[in-house]
């Protein structure tokens, strides 16, 4: 059902944050960097995905808000002329997940017949899909126990992960215990606002497969994500991340030896001022679990 006045649109593919035609949404308002809709996710062949509608998947990317005039732009891009029209993609409603509520935004989808013989696009993100296609090395920021050097050795993978770039900062985000685990919570960066700290590294594509293992990805725990950080005084962009799926409601007090790895990784990078927000964030939250 076409809703005419919704003033969100869901993004996924070359309108992205730096990709090739974001210019057109420049001067709309990024809501929110990580979100999610309802689909599954193809590569045309052509430079840029097409999205169907399904249930079950998601399709991960950006939502705006738009301007009258901007989506008459989007309309023109997409080669969508009004329902019932000859379209190339179909303008629907759908509902965005994303850490602050659900919204519903227009998003353009292909229909189910024209991806037949398309290549599926594996976790549904384009940005992830196209670096796993090339052997460029990744900028990789870490902000749990992947900051702690001697998980990597325990599994002797730590010579995957020797180079390191040093301390990155991310803005808008939150650090918080949100993965439901059978021992405890899990590590999570929300999209709430507040700061992060954390490790970033340079790896190549034999770590990025043991990453998938370790996060849980291909079982779809956490999913790789990017995003933009601060090094120093230089912003690096599209880095990538993992972030949880599926959050619990609320946290989860962490286990204590996954609280010290975090603390151990975390203390060759953090800066003074973020180590001790961490630290009175744990001692308020789980203080009557740890007995602080």
Request: glycine fraction near 10%; include cysteine.
């Amino acid at each position: 059902m076409q809703k005419t006045n919704t003033p969100f649109v869901f993004v996924y593919g070359s309108l992205r944050v730096h990709e090739g035609n974001h210019r057109l949404l420049a001067s709309s308002e990024l809501v929110c960097k990580q979100c999610s809709t309802d689909g599954r996710l193809y590569d045309t062949g052509y430079g840029f995905p097409a999205m169907i509608q399904s249930r079950g998947e998601r399709v991960y990317g950006e939502m705006y808000r738009v301007t009258p005039e901007i989506l008459k732009r989007l309309d023109a891009l997409e080669g969508y002329y009004g329902e019932g029209r000859n379209n190339h993609y179909e303008r629907v409603v759908q509902t965005i997940y994303t850490d602050m509520g659900n919204e519903e935004a227009y998003v353009y989808v292909y229909p189910e017949s024209k991806a037949n013989g398309l290549e599926y696009i594996k976790f549904g993100d384009w940005k992830f899909y196209r670096i796993q296609k090339h052997d460029e090395d990744i900028i990789y920021f870490a902000y749990g126990s992947c900051m702690d050097n001697e998980r990597f050795k325990l599994r002797n993978k730590d010579h995957l992960f020797q180079d390191i770039i040093g301390r990155g900062v991310i803005e808008g985000y939150s650090l918080k215990f949100t993965r439901k685990a059978s021992d405890g919570g899990k590590a999570d960066m929300v999209e709430i606002g507040g700061v992060v700290e954390g490790k970033v590294y340079r790896v190549g594509h034999k770590a990025l497969e043991y990453l998938l293992e370790r996060e849980g990805a291909l079982n779809y725990i956490y999913r790789p994500a990017f995003i933009d950080i601060r090094v120093g005084d230089k912003v690096v962009k599209d880095v990538l991340t993992f972030l949880v799926i599926d959050n619990a409601k609320e946290e989860v007090a962490p286990p204590e030896k996954y609280l010290e790895e975090i603390r151990r990784g975390g203390k060759t990078v953090w800066s003074v001022e973020f180590e001790k927000q961490f630290e009175e964030e744990i001692e308020q939250k789980f203080a009557t679990v740890f007995q602080m």
